[in-house]
Nanobody, 122 residues
Framework: QVQLVESGGGLVQPGESLRLSCAAS????????MGWYRQVPGKQRELVAS?????????NYADSVKGRFTISRDNAKNTVFLQMSSLKPEDTAVYYC??????????????WGPGSQVTVSS
């Protein structure tokens, strides 16, 4: 079993920055990819950013956050960070950490954190 522990959410004003962290722990054989999704009431959960933990650290960003958000990794600690800058009110959402991996080569699946509230408001 893999557990994800998130930290760093909160309330900020427009234009400010915030950093989210997510650490994976437990019975880990390998984590291949980690990332962040977000969801607002009444809408589907959407990808914000992801990064591979194997290979060259390939990143993927939603168009709405390109140039403002940066995802990075610490492979040794199975941890990812999301640096969010120039935050806008429309970035307000619950942010969920995601990890794709598993406890054995034959069992690979998606794992989710409990969610962190990010509120951007003046």
């Amino acid at each position: 079993q893999v557990q994800l522990v998130e930290s760093g959410g909160g309330l900020v004003q427009p234009g400010e920055s915030l950093r989210l962290s997510c650490a994976a722990s437990g019975r880990i054989f390998s984590i291949y990819r980690m990332g962040w999704y977000r969801q607002v009431p009444g809408k589907q959960r959407e990808l914000v950013a992801s990064i591979t933990l194997v290979g060259g650290g390939i990143t993927n960003y939603a168009d709405s956050v390109k140039g403002r958000f940066t995802i990075s990794r610490d492979n040794a600690k199975n941890t990812v960070f999301l640096q969010m800058s120039s935050l806008k009110p429309e970035d307000t959402a619950v942010y969920y950490c995601n990890a794709y991996g598993g406890s054995s080569p034959s069992f690979v699946t998606d794992y989710w954190g409990p969610g962190s509230q990010v509120t951007v408001s003046s």
